[in-house]
């Protein structure tokens, strides 16, 4: 029996891709699962940032609210509200720190992309730092274990049109939110589900793949309970 494909849409910047990553990790072992990384981000740009939500500091005022649920739904107690609360520097967007994990794939494959992604996501959430500035993204790569010359060269050159794959990809895919989980090329999960929720829908999944040609069984898509995602 072949690992169960999985491929995990995510924004660094985005609290409940934070909540469903260990999550995720948890299962893996377990179910056997492929794990394959993409960077999908709302916002690129502050523009954007402030044609969703106003103006700068409505933004990081409404994300530190979804935070808060973000806080309540985790498993381990990480997130720091009041960290990023008393940080001067605009709420960033998610275009650097996808870069910067597509930069890592450049250098080491899928692993060293969930490396950073956790990296940074963690230095987002937890410690406060600003992902938004390239000195700390390249800083926080160099931490974890990247040749701060080789990671600038693939961040500049080979992360651009990488990230575009992603996002072509997940445009495809009609992926509007994350986390999204694409399963088998086939079902999508959206939202950070339980792991509970999560694990049921990954073992219906394996078992309507398992099935002989010509047999049917409703494996379906696990329904993400509001609001469990950004979009």
């Given at each position: 029996?072949?690992?169960?494909?999985?491929?995990?849409?995510?924004?660094?910047?985005c609290g409940w891709c934070f909540v469903l990553a260990p999550q995720l990790?948890?299962?893996?072992?377990?179910?056997?699962?492929?794990?394959?990384?993409?960077?999908?981000?709302?916002?690129?740009?502050?523009?954007?940032?402030?044609?969703?939500?106003?103006?700068?500091?409505?933004?990081?005022?409404?994300?530190?609210?979804?935070?808060?649920?973000?806080?309540?739904?985790?498993?381990?107690?990480?997130?720091?509200?009041?960290?990023?609360?008393?940080?001067?520097?605009?709420?960033?967007?998610?275009?650097?720190?996808?870069?910067?994990?597509?930069?890592?794939?450049?250098?080491?494959?899928?692993?060293?992309?969930?490396?950073?992604?956790?990296?940074?996501?963690?230095?987002?959430?937890?410690?406060?730092?600003?992902?938004?500035?390239?000195?700390?993204?390249?800083?926080?790569?160099?931490?974890?274990?990247?040749?701060?010359?080789?990671?600038?060269?693939?961040?500049?050159?080979?992360?651009?049109?990488?990230?575009?794959?992603?996002?072509?990809?997940?445009?495809?895919?009609?992926?509007?939110?994350?986390?999204?989980?694409?399963?088998?090329?086939?079902?999508?999960?959206?939202?950070?589900?339980?792991?509970?929720?999560?694990?049921?829908?990954?073992?219906?999944?394996?078992?309507?793949?398992?099935?002989?040609?010509?047999?049917?069984?409703?494996?379906?898509?696990?329904?993400?309970?509001?609001?469990?995602?950004?979009?």
């Amino acid at each position: 029996m072949s690992s169960l494909k999985v491929e995990f849409f995510h924004d660094v910047v985005c609290g409940w891709c934070f909540v469903l990553a260990p999550q995720l990790k948890l299962l893996q072992r377990e179910l056997d699962l492929d794990i394959q990384h993409r960077s999908f981000i709302l916002q690129s740009s502050r523009d954007e940032m402030i044609e969703r939500f106003g103006s700068m500091v409505q933004a990081k005022q409404t994300i530190l609210g979804h935070w808060q649920s973000c806080a309540e739904a985790e498993d381990v107690k990480r997130i720091n509200i009041e960290g990023m609360r008393q940080q001067r520097f605009e709420y960033p967007n998610g275009l650097l720190a996808a870069r910067a994990c597509q930069a890592a794939h450049a250098l080491g494959g899928n692993s060293a992309h969930g490396l950073l992604f956790d990296r940074l996501q963690a230095a987002h959430l937890v410690h406060s730092r600003n992902i938004g500035d390239p000195d700390t993204v390249v800083a926080i790569a160099a931490e974890a274990g990247f040749a701060p010359q080789a990671f600038h060269h693939s961040l500049q050159y080979q992360a651009p049109a990488l990230l575009d794959r992603d996002l072509q990809l997940g445009r495809g895919l009609n992926i509007r939110s994350v986390p999204s989980l694409v399963v088998a090329e086939r079902y999508v999960i959206a939202g950070a589900v339980g792991v509970e929720q999560l694990r049921q829908a990954l073992t219906q999944i394996r078992s309507h793949l398992d099935q002989p040609a010509g047999h049917t069984t409703d494996a379906g898509s696990a329904p993400s309970p509001a609001p469990r995602g950004c979009a």
